[in-house]
């Protein structure tokens, strides 16, 4: 089953505006949240992770926000500009002998950036 | 310095074929990881491998695929009798060692068509 669940699967936002996605997860042994950015032909490529110990993390134009007792965590992009349009995945993982540090991946938001 | 390498980037195959992917992880990372991407989709965990040992293969989708790393480095991934549903996205991750301070680094994959 989907452990980590995403929306909006679609974002429309104009230049300059604030992106937001959100994800949701189940398994409380998760302790790594990171979301990936892919564009076409590429593969995904790690844009900015939390662990839980922290509520919000912030990289430039680039926000997590973490609700640890809710299960959920958000990407917020600031003054979004065309070049960010792309599509963003976000994922949870924790260490397990079987799978090493695997990432359980949301399906994907597409966000569009209109000039 | 380079990233993780996948060949061939695109392949075509007839149903009922047998092929072969391959991906080279940055150097020196112990951990390298196979995913699925279907059209629409998140990523779809396939297998972990820790140096050349495979803990679990139970994620592979079914006995038809098969998957392994030699030297430390190089890992294929094999699927016999290809079905139309094999077609999708294959990519390939590596990181330093499996945990949560060591980020997966994708390769940009190789596009499995069936026909």
């Known amino acids: 089953q989907q452990q980590v669940k995403q929306s909006p699967q679609s974002l429309i936002v104009q230049k300059g505006g604030i992106s937001i996605i959100n994800c949701a997860y189940e398994n409380t042994a998760f302790d790594y949240f990171p979301w990936y950015q892919q564009f076409p032909g590429k593969g995904p490529a790690l844009l900015i992770a939390?662990?839980?110990?922290?509520s919000e993390k912030k990289e430039g134009r680039f926000t997590i926000s973490f609700n640890k007792s809710a299960k959920q965590f958000s990407l917020h992009i600031m003054d979004s500009q065309p070049g960010d349009s792309a599509t963003y995945f976000c994922?949870?993982?924790?260490?397990?002998?079987?799978?090493?540090?695997?990432?359980?991946f949301g399906k994907g938001t597409s966000l569009l950036v209109t000039p | 310095g380079a990233g993780v390498s996948q060949s061939p980037s695109n392949k075509v195959t007839e149903k009922g074929k047998d092929v072969e992917l391959r991906c080279d992880p940055i150097s020196g990372h112990t951990a390298l990881y196979w995913y699925r991407q279907s059209l629409g989709q998140g990523l779809e965990f396939l297998i972990y491998?820790?140096?050349?040992?495979?803990?679990?293969k139970s994620g592979l989708p079914s006995d038809r695929f098969s998957a392994e790393r030699t030297g430390g480095s190089v890992s294929t991934l094999t699927i016999q009798r290809t079905q139309q549903e094999d077609s999708a996205v294959y990519l390939c991750a590596s990181s330093s060692d499996p945990s949560y301070n060591s980020p997966l680094h994708f390769g940009n994959g190789t596009r499995l068509t069936v026909t």
């Open positions: 994922a949870a993982s924790g260490s397990n002998s079987n799978s090493g540090y695997a990432l359980n």
């Open positions: 939390i662990r839980p110990d922290v």
């Open positions: 491998f820790q140096g050349n040992s495979a803990p679990d």
